[in-house]
C-alpha cells in the first residue's frame, strides 16, 4: 500500500479486502508498518482487491477512478503474485460556514456532499459516503467534509425546522410589527409573552405566511438544479464554502383515509414524497410519514412549496408489513394554503403462478426458489410489496400486497449458480426484460428456469498483441428496444490483469461488445452511452446453453475513450 502523491510512500494500517466475484471468499486483513499486505493459501479464481484508511479515498486495483469496481485478478492453481501495488489518494476538504436565516452561525446541522451519479439510467446528485455517517457543524456553525476524491461536488444543508419539529413560524409582516410595538407601549409588556399562548397570534396577521426551512444547496438556492459545482483536486482543501439556510413559505397538508370495516385503525400510514429529480436521499427530499389517527384523519406541516404524491398503506393487523390496502394522489403544496385531500383505499393486488424447470440432471427443489417483484420507479412511485417471497413444495408462489406500477418478476435458486432465470411470463407478456404494467392481480404467471446457461468470454488486446487490463467491457443487446435501465442484457466489467473478461448466464440473443477506457457506475444504461459505442463495437451472436469465446482487438481509442474494436479471427 502506498500513497497516491510524488513520494509514494509506505502507507500503513490501512484494511485491505479481497473478494471473489465466484466464490464466498472475503477476507480483511491490515497493511504492516511497511504498507504490505498477504492474503494467503487463496484457491485459483478471480479476486477483487481494495484498501480503505480514515482521510484517504478508498480505491479498488485495477479502478481508473475511486469508487469505480476494480479489475479483477486471475490467480491460477498455486501462483504468487508477489508485485501488486495499490496507491490511495488523499482525500480533499470542503469546508465552510453555515449561517440561519438572520446571519447567525447555525450549530447541529449534518452538512452533505453530493456527486452526479447514474442511478436507473438517469444521471442524479446522489450522497457521497466519506466513511463519516455525517459532518455535522459545530458551535461556530462550520462544517469539514474530508475524505472526498478528486472532482465536482454540490454542497447541501438538509431542512431544519425551528424549535419543536411540528410548531409553526410565522412571518411578521411590518403591520404586526408596528401593532406590536405599539401594544408594547401601551401596556408595559410585549403580547408575545411566553406565558401567552395566543398572544403570537393575535400580534401577527392571521393570514401571515407559515414559513420554515428548507434544504439549501451552495451558494444558498433551494433548488438542486441551480447548486454550484465545486471542484477539489487530489488532496485539496477547498475554504470558506459559506452560505445561509432559506426560510420559505410552508403549507400544511390535512386529509382523511376512508377504508372498509377491515382496516386496523393503528396500521395505517401516509407518505408524503416529492415528486421529480429533487428527491435526494440524506437532504431533506427524502419524504415523511404520519400516523393515521382512529378516525382517519392525518396531518403534515411546515410542507415545502412543490409537487408530491400521498400514498396511503392499510395493513390487516398491527406488525404485518404486507400491505392490504392502498391509495394514491397527487398534490400541490404552494406555501399559502392548507389543502383538505381524502384518499379512498383499494386492495392491494396480488400476483401468482408456478415456477418450472427446463434442463438436464437433477432438478432444483422448487422450494430453493425466491421471487422477486422488482418495481421499475419513476417520481414518486411507491411499492408497497413484500419481497422476495418463498415459493412451495408444488412450485407455486404468490405475491400480495402490490401496487399499481411497472414491475419486473425475476427469481433465483438458492445453492444452485448453474441455473438461471430462462424467461418470466405475467398475462402472456414478457415481465424479465421489459416491465409489465399491473393494474389488477393476476394469476397464472410462469418463471422458467434452465441450466442451459451462456457465457461469453474473451481477451481485450492492442494492436501490438498486448493485454489491455483495467478497461471497461460494456455488453449491451443489439436491438435498442431492450436498452432499459436495470436491463439484465445490459452488463459491464472490468478487464482483468492479464486483460481478460467473462459474461456469465446470460439469454441467448445477438448482443454487442465494446470497450472504453472508463466509465461512471451504471452509465451502461444510459442511451446516450450505449449509442455511439454502438458503432465502434462488435457483434456477437449468442445461442441457448453456447460458452463463446470471442477476443478483440483495439485498433485505435477515440477522443471520447471508446475504442473501435476488430473482432480477433482466431477466435470463435
Do not use: C
Not at 404468490?398 to 435458486?413: C, D, E, H, K
Amino acid at each position: 500500500m502506498l500513497t497516491d502523491d510524488n513520494e509514494s510512500r509506505p502507507l500503513r494500517r490501512v484494511r485491505v479486502f479481497l473478494d471473489s466475484p465466484d466464490s464466498d471468499v472475503a477476507r480483511t486483513t491490515i497493511a504492516d508498518d511497511s504498507g504490505a499486505f498477504v492474503f494467503a493459501e487463496l484457491p485459483a479464481g478471480r479476486y477483487t482487491v481494495g484498501g480503505t484508511k480514515e482521510g484517504y479515498v478508498t480505491v479498488s486495483y485495477g479502478a481508473r477512478r475511486p469508487g469505480s469496481p476494480g479489475a479483477p485478478i486471475i490467480l491460477r492453481d498455486k501462483q504468487t503474485i508477489a508485485d501488486l501495488t495499490l496507491k490511495l489518494p488523499r482525500g480533499a476538504v470542503i469546508t465552510g460556514t453555515l449561517f440561519d436565516p438572520g446571519g447567525q452561525p447555525l450549530p447541529g446541522v449534518s452538512m452533505r456532499a453530493l456527486r452526479f451519479t447514474y442511478a436507473s439510467g438517469e444521471r442524479r446528485l446522489t450522497p457521497v459516503y466519506t466513511g463519516m455517517p455525517s459532518h455535522v457543524t459545530d458551535d461556530r456553525g462550520v462544517y469539514r467534509i474530508y475524505g472526498l476524491a478528486a472532482g465536482d461536488y454540490a454542497i447541501a444543508a438538509p431542512a431544519r425546522l425551528s424549535g419543536s419539529g411540528n410548531r409553526d413560524v410565522l412571518m411578521m409582516t411590518d403591520a404586526a410589527i408596528r401593532r406590536g410595538l405599539d401594544e408594547l407601549k401601551q401596556t408595559g409588556r410585549p403580547s408575545m409573552s411566553t406565558s401567552d399562548e395566543t398572544s403570537a397570534a393575535s400580534v401577527a396577521d392571521t393570514d401571515a405566511p407559515r414559513v420554515g426551512y428548507a434544504p439549501v444547496f451552495y451558494p444558498g438556492t433551494t433548488a438542486p438544479s441551480q447548486a454550484a459545482m465545486i471542484k477539489v483536486a487530489q488532496g485539496e482543501e477547498r475554504r470558506e464554502v459559506d452560505f445561509q439556510m432559506q426560510y420559505v413559505p410552508v403549507s400544511a397538508i390535512r386529509g382523511t383515509v376512508l377504508g372498509g370495516d377491515r382496516v386496523y385503525s393503528g396500521s395505517t400510514t401516509v407518505h408524503l414524497i416529492a415528486n421529480g429529480p429533487a428527491v435526494l436521499a440524506g437532504t431533506g427530499h427524502d419524504g415523511r410519514t404520519a400516523a393515521v389517527a382512529r378516525d382517519g384523519t392525518f396531518a403534515f406541516s411546515n410542507v415545502a412549496p412543490g409537487p408530491y404524491t400521498l400514498i396511503a398503506r392499510a395493513t390487516r393487523a398491527p406488525g404485518l408489513g404486507e400491505a392490504a390496502w392502498w391509495a394514491s394522489t397527487e398534490v400541490i403544496a404552494d406555501g399559502q394554503s392548507e389543502q383538505e385531500l381524502t384518499l379512498a383505499l383499494q386492495p392491494a393486488l396480488t400476483l401468482s403462478g408456478r415456477v418450472a424447470f427446463e434442463g438436464t440432471g437433477t432438478l432444483p427443489e422448487p422450494t430453493r426458489v425466491r421471487v422477486t417483484l422488482e418495481p421499475v420507479l419513476a417520481g414518486a412511485q411507491v411499492s408497497l410489496a413484500t419481497t422476495p417471497v418463498h415459493v412451495s413444495a408444488a412450485g407455486r408462489f404468490a405475491i400480495a400486497g402490490i401496487t399499481a406500477a411497472r414491475y419486473r418478476l425475476r427469481a433465483s435458486v438458492s445453492g444452485h449458480p448453474d441455473w438461471m432465470l430462462k424467461s418470466s411470463s405475467v398475462d402472456g407478456r414478457d415481465a424479465l426484460d421489459v416491465p409489465v404494467d399491473l393494474r389488477s392481480s393476476i394469476d397464472g404467471a410462469v418463471l422458467t428456469f434452465t441450466n442451459r446457461v451462456s457465457d461469453i468470454s474473451g481477451t481485450v488486446r492492442d494492436g501490438s498483441g498486448r493485454a489491455m487490463s483495467g478497461y471497461a467491457v460494456v455488453l449491451f443487446p443489439s436491438e435498442q428496444a431492450l436498452w432499459l435501465p436495470g436491463a439484465r442484457r445490459i452488463r459491464s466489467i472490468l478487464s482483468a490483469n492479464d486483460g481478460t473478461f467473462r459474461f456469465r448466464n446470460l439469454p441467448a440473443g445477438e448482443y454487442l461488445l465494446g470497450v472504453v477506457a472508463d466509465a461512471e457506475d451504471g452509465e451502461w444504461f444510459d442511451r446516450e452511452f450505449l449509442d455511439p459505442l454502438a458503432s465502434s463495437s462488435v457483434k456477437v451472436t449468442l445461442a441457448e446453453g453456447e460458452r463463446k469465446s470471442q477476443d478483440v482487438v483495439a485498433a485505435r481509442q477515440d477522443g471520447s475513450g471508446r475504442l473501435v474494436l476488430t473482432a480477433d479471427a482466431k477466435t470463435r
